[in-house]
């Protein structure tokens, strides 16, 4: 899968490029003290101090005290590591809601409003996930959940592909409001496209 990097570069997501190995006695030149854990956590710090429009490795080298090439050790571009850190912020999101007293439909609320709050929390996040394919292992994770939940509510075939889509679209697209929209407004959304499927379900 490529995607639109700068203006004129198409690229590979981090997660489907074959990244060698550097032989043994390049890694020993590595900076030390430096992963891509560190790297990425870092990342993410400084995207939501700062915001997504004045990201750099540049600045991100200074708060890690190193330089910015040291940085090119773990990943080979900027948008690599904003596709790490878009699956890091996503790893915060709780896939095991637990029991509901009404099933699969208070999971999928509880799923959908921590879903809302990684949004919230990580303004930066709702534009990468319209930028980058998001398939990162927490994206993954994430949607497996989502498709585990419709399976419990009984729809088959066009009818569970529609209330997919429909759940996406709506999560996505509620993600740039999510810090304008009250979440009682956000809440009274969801209850809406859950009675919609509980209806079809039923039906």
């Known amino acids: 899968m490529v995607t639109a990097g700068d203006p004129g570069e198409i690229r590979t997501s981090v997660w489907l490029a074959d990244r060698p190995a550097a032989p043994a006695r390049r890694r020993s030149e590595a900076p030390s003290g430096l ?3 560190r790297i990425t956590a870092a990342t993410v710090r400084l995207l ?17 005290g190193v330089t910015a090439m040291s940085l090119y050790w773990y990943v080979d571009t900027k948008h690599d590591l904003l596709e790490l850190a878009l699956d ?19 999971r999928l609320r509880a799923l959908a409003r921590g879903y809302r709050r990684v949004l919230a929390d990580h303004p930066w996040v709702a534009p990468l996930t319209a930028a980058y394919p998001n398939i990162g292992p927490h994206a993954r994770a994430f949607d497996a959940t989502l498709q585990r939940l419709l399976d419990a509510t009984g729809l088959a075939d066009s009818a569970r592909t529609g209330a997919h889509l429909a759940l996406s679209q ?9 810090r304008r929209t009250p979440e009682g407004d956000f809440c009274l959304a969801l209850d809406v496209l859950i009675a919609g499927i509980e209806a079809k379900a039923t039906a």
């Not at 709506?170 to 999510?178: K, N, T």
């Open 170 to 178: 709506f999560l996505h697209g509620c993600g740039g409001a999510a």
């Open 88 to 106: 890091s912020a996503l790893g915060e999101l709780a896939l095991a809601p637990g029991s509901a007293p009404d099933g699969w439909p208070g």
């Open 35 to 37: 992963d891509r854990e």
């Open 48 to 64: 939501d101090a700062e915001g997504l429009g004045r990201f750099s490795m540049r600045r991100l080298a200074a708060g890690l």
